[in-house]
């Protein structure tokens, strides 16, 4: 089992910058492929970005591209967004997710196993 407690959110003003984290426990942190996803309200659960276990290889949604870096910090067991020029469009509230597959790399909600409880990205305009 894993456990992924997220942190870090809050109200920004459009333009500005939020650096979210993951922290996780449980089971070895180091070979998970993890993500971020994000549910706006209304909306379907969607793909933001995923990181190898190695950090080798990432992988980000398009509307984020350019704006969002993932990261992570095995030592410290700890998953990172840094998410800068926020939009209005980002407001949603933001899920970190651990794969059990050491090789997945996915961009869907089905390939990850844990999740964590979710943190509030509100931007204003």
């Known amino acids: 089992q894993v456990q992924l407690v997220e942190s870090g959110g809050g109200l920004v003003q459009a333009g500005g910058s939020l650096r979210l984290s993951c922290a996780a426990s449980?089971?070895?942190?180091?070979?998970?492929?993890m993500g971020w996803f994000r549910q706006a309200p209304g909306k379907e659960r969607e793909f933001v970005a995923t990181?190898?276990?190695?950090?080798?290889?990432?992988y980000y949604a398009d509307s984020v591209k350019g704006r969002f870096t993932i990261s992570r910090d095995n030592a410290k067991s700890t998953l990172y967004l840094q998410m800068n020029n926020l939009k209005p469009e980002d407001t949603a509230v933001y899920y970190c997710?651990?794969?059990?597959?050491?090789?997945?790399?996915?961009?869907?909600?089905?390939?990850?196993?844990?999740w964590g409880q979710g943190t509030q990205v509100t931007v204003s305009s």
């Open positions: 449980g089971r070895t942190f180091t070979y998970l492929p």
């Open positions: 990181i190898s276990w190695s950090s080798g290889n990432t």
């Open positions: 997710a651990a794969d059990r597959n050491p090789v997945g790399l996915g961009r869907t909600i089905g390939e990850y196993d844990y």
